[in-house]
């Protein structure tokens, strides 16, 4: 593998993301949601490869990476397909499902049903130090403070980032999924 200044192996990422734009157009029209959310679901685990959290999000240098889904969870165990057995820089992934987002006590990578995403700026309060990399699918999302949304463009799963969400929840995300993402700023 080659690893770039950034620590990623962009040829691995160019390929996945390739792959799952591919699968993502014939999968996208199928009338099932689940070939939707097994793409999402792949997403979501990419999203932690590419993102950095700073040390302070982890109580141990070998703590899991904590996936919280708020609300109504639309990945079944696609989600689970898509993380188990895999390990982000020596970290295992973790997986906690809540009924709401008032119930989510700590996590990196928080995704939130549509119901939950409204009370995005009261899930952000509850975490002062080192927020999670929030994605939702509204609308909104991302122009409301949020960090990554979901939608789909002409049959295609896409993604959109607010790279100013990003910094002050104080991820940094590598340029390498930037580059497949449309950017949103807070002024847009």
């Not at 929030?134 to 959109?160: P, W």
Request: aromatic content about 10%.
């Amino acid at each position: 593998m080659k690893w770039d200044r950034d620590g990623f192996d962009s040829a691995a990422l160019v390929a996945a993301a390739v792959g799952f734009l591919a699968v993502s157009s014939a999968k996208a029209q199928e009338s099932s949601q689940a070939p939707e959310y097994r793409i999402k679901a792949a997403f979501l685990y990419n999203f932690t490869l590419y993102t950095e959290w700073p040390a302070t999000a982890f109580e141990k240098s070998d703590s899991p990476i904590v996936l919280a889904i708020a609300g109504e969870d639309p990945f079944g165990k696609e989600l689970d397909a898509a993380v188990r057995g895999k390990t982000v820089r020596g970290r295992t992934i973790e997986i906690r499902r809540y009924d709401t987002a008032a119930e989510v006590v700590s996590c990196h990578l928080l995704y939130l049903s549509v119901a939950e995403a409204k009370h995005l700026a009261q899930i952000l309060r509850k975490f002062p130090d080192t927020k999670p990399l929030t994605v939702a699918e509204t609308e909104d999302f991302c122009r409301a403070g949020g960090v990554i949304r979901f939608f789909v463009d002409q049959n295609k799963v896409r993604f959109e980032v607010n790279t100013d969400a990003a910094v002050r929840s104080r991820l940094k995300i590598s340029s390498k999924l930037l580059h497949l993402a449309r950017i949103v700023r807070d002024e847009d």
